[in-house]
């Protein structure tokens, strides 16, 4: 312990250093090796975002890819002459372009649900009701579809208090992800079982 203590401010600035050279050689020579490094210097906070997020077809491997690609555009953009730390850059970049593949996703799915056919536009083509239940029963894409449609008004918040119902995530890690505290995280869960009994009460 007194050894750490004693030489943790040169560890420290060591990393920094070496930190800096990935992201030198990242930024100034495309170098693969180094950025792999660095996304495997920061997996830990990337695998959390994994468990904190939902995107529709993607599994790890389209996780860790995604990754790559936030991390190389941040070596691009960072500036740590004002004091600013390279982890925080990243992981406000790769929480925000998860959020906006997420958005983007949403937007499909309404877009898909606004070309629905409700059972008011049935009766008024002509349709028999009969001619309706003579259709395929609805497919597994079809019925993450309309899970998808069930939970696209949910917020960050609401959606990670829905996968604490589903035992996805625990308290602790929406804690921590989100930075939020305990009434705030009861508020998130009473707004998403309000959205969702209301969601639920018009299928």
């Known amino acids: 312990m007194y050894f ?8 420290l600035a060591m990393n920094i250093r070496i930190e800096h050279d990935l992201i030198t050689r990242v930024r100034d020579y495309n170098d693969s090796d180094a950025l792999q490094q660095l996304v495997r210097k920061y997996q830990p906070m990337v695998d959390r975002m994994f468990k904190m997020y939902w995107l529709n077809g993607y599994d790890r491997n389209d996780w860790y890819q995604e990754s790559y690609i936030v991390c190389y555009e941040t070596c691009q ?12 850059f990243f992981k406000m970049r790769f929480n925000n372009h998860i959020i906006s593949l997420i958005r983007a996703q949403r937007a499909v ?38 899970f998808e449609i069930l939970i696209e008004d949910l917020s960050d918040l609401e959606l990670a208090a829905f996968r ?33 009994r209301k969601k639920l009460s018009k299928v």
């Open 4 to 11: 750490y203590r004693k030489y943790a401010p040169y560890i």
């Open 77 to 88: 953009r960072f500036d740590g002459s004002h004091g600013s730390r390279f982890a925080n």
């Open 164 to 196: 604490i119902i589903l035992g996805d995530l625990t308290d602790e890690e929406v804690y921590q992800i989100h930075g939020c505290d305990e009434q705030q995280l009861m508020r998130a869960s009473s707004r998403c079982k309000a959205k969702l």
């Open 109 to 146: 799915k309404r877009q898909a649900n606004n070309g629905a056919c409700s059972y008011e536009d049935l009766v008024a083509s002509g349709d028999s009701v009969l001619d309706f239940f003579k259709r395929p029963a609805p497919s597994v894409v079809d019925l993450v579809t309309h």
